[in-house]
């Protein structure tokens, strides 16, 4: 069986780990901290920077991983190259896991390289060059940092002296070493959606059902499958995807994002490994989870199809405050509800709008989403995270 290294320990991570020990492969968990949700279901666990090379390397030496797998932006990713040279298989690839991980490099590869829509974009390296980029494609406009995850220093500008705050506020939410936005026209979508796209070694690219999701502060607040797509959207999503994921190269789960408008569909984001708003796939929506099909496709394993079995909605447990044992009230009420299910992460501790859990509901095919996606809601804000201590 093969050994894997988790580069990042969150809750996707967990669940990823989850699905591999189920096939029997080995897991070594990476991140920042220790306890985090991946090492406590993990094999072994490494504690660093992943930032630093050096530290990276010595992981990479020490373990002799078959394959890597990704899960956060903040990585040092220039050495994947090296490592695949050294025979070791980057998940999905290096090419992807580099591009992917800054928000420049992928956005120029689907707009300039392979003409998908996109949203008119800048990019900035200060706040006089982002009031100059603004200039340019017009308010309101949205300001992310390159290098970012679930929604961290993501702002709209709507005014002139929205541009100062922005910046300072993308500063602040930037991961990594790299201290650069993208600022982007305001697209007027009708709703965002996620494909879900896995790419096979030796068969055909396949996708999930769409899924559609709710967004606040930049970070999902609930996500439902199927989302309502006409057949000709769809299928242009499905060839963007297709297009972006090909010229990434390898094999794994891709979550690609996209805007729906009257005009038509805007490639948005990508990420190269299960999604966040994907978490909808566990209340047995489909025949295989995200993190299962992110593992099949990755060890080779054929995926013969991917058939939608449920109806199904996710609603997000976020923490309200600092603690360094947070707990948890309202379980035993969510349990009691049909047709629900939770996940509670075991982050060791909280903070103010930290995603904690998530609560799943599902139902038959027949019943109307917005009823599914309204129980999850309800379901999710019986639970309080319940801090029994402060930290200073």
């Not at 978490?279 to 496709?297: D, G, K």
């Amino acid at each position: 069986m093969s050994k894997i290294l988790l580069l990042g320990s969150g809750e996707l991570g967990k669940e990823f780990t989850i699905a591999a020990q189920r096939i029997g492969q080995t897991v070594i968990a990476v991140d920042s901290y220790e306890n985090a949700p991946a090492m406590q279901v993990a094999h072994g666990f490494e504690v660093i920077n992943m930032l630093d090379g050096d530290a990276l390397d010595a992981i990479v030496a020490k373990h002799q991983p078959d394959f890597i797998v990704p899960e956060i932006e903040a990585i040092r990713t220039e050495r994947f190259y090296d490592y695949e040279k050294q025979g070791i298989t980057v998940v999905p690839s290096a090419k992807a896991a580099n591009f992917t991980m800054n928000r420049k490099a992928i956005r120029d590869l689907a707009a300039k390289e392979l003409g998908l829509r996109t949203a008119n974009y800048r990019y900035a390296t200060t706040a006089e060059e982002l009031e100059k980029a603004v200039a340019i494609v017009g308010m309101p406009s949205v300001v992310k940092p390159l290098m970012s995850s679930s929604g961290k220093g993501q702002s709209t500008i709507k005014t002139e002296s929205d541009i100062e705050k922005a910046w300072n506020y993308a500063v602040e939410g930037s991961r990594g070493d790299v201290v650069e936005v993208i600022v982007e026209a305001f697209v007027n979508f009708h709703s965002e959606i996620t494909l879900l796209t896995v790419t096979q070694n030796n068969n055909p690219t396949l996708f999930c059902a769409p899924i559609g999701h709710r967004q606040e502060r930049g970070d999902y607040q609930e996500s439902w499958q199927p989302a309502r797509v006409s057949d000709k959207d769809l299928l242009e999503a499905q060839d963007m995807a297709r297009k972006v994921t090909e010229a990434l190269g390898g094999a794994g789960l891709f979550g690609v994002e996209f805007f729906l408008t009257n005009e038509g569909v805007y490639f948005s984001e990508l990420s190269p490994r299960p999604h966040d708003t994907g978490m909808v796939t566990l209340a047995n929506t489909q025949n295989f989870n995200e993190f299962e099909l992110h593992l099949r496709a990755i060890l080779s394993l054929p995926i013969f199809e991917i058939t939608l079995e449920k109806n199904g909605a996710s609603a997000v447990i976020l923490a309200s405050e600092n603690s360094n044992h947070p707990t948890f009230a309202g379980i035993e009420k969510v349990a009691s509800l049909p047709k629900t299910d939770f996940r509670l992460f075991g982050k060791p501790t909280s903070r103010p709008y930290r995603r904690m859990g998530v609560v799943l509901t599902n139902d038959s095919l027949e019943t109307p989403i917005e009823t599914i996606v309204e129980r999850a809601k309800e379901a999710a804000a019986l639970v309080v995270v319940n801090p029994t201590s402060v930290m200073a």
